[in-house]
């Protein structure tokens, strides 16, 4: 299907089985998974709910991992 292309703005195709997003424009040639990263570092407002996602989930994992260090060493 067609999708706009993330680097030149113009009309990319995303491959039906999403293993490969190309653009004849600028010769954009990258994996699906490639192409959603490219999407969220240059996209500001994907990057600011991914930033607010990590952020709550980082501090989860940490005080998590320090209960469980506590736990080790008794
Ligand atoms: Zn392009």
Not at 12 to 22: G, I, N, Q, Y
Not at 34 to 58: P, Q, W
Request: contains cysteine; proline residues 1%.
């Amino acid at each position: 299907m067609k999708i706009r292309c993330p680097r030149c703005k113009g009309a990319a195709e995303l491959f039906s089985d999403f293993t490969a997003v190309k653009c004849d424009g600028c010769d954009l040639d990258m994996s699906y998974g490639e192409y959603v990263r490219y999407v969220a570092h240059s996209d500001s407002t994907y990057s600011d709910i991914l930033g607010d996602y990590t952020g709550s989930t980082s501090g989860q994992a940490a005080g998590t991992l320090d209960e469980w260090d506590a736990q080790d060493q008794s």
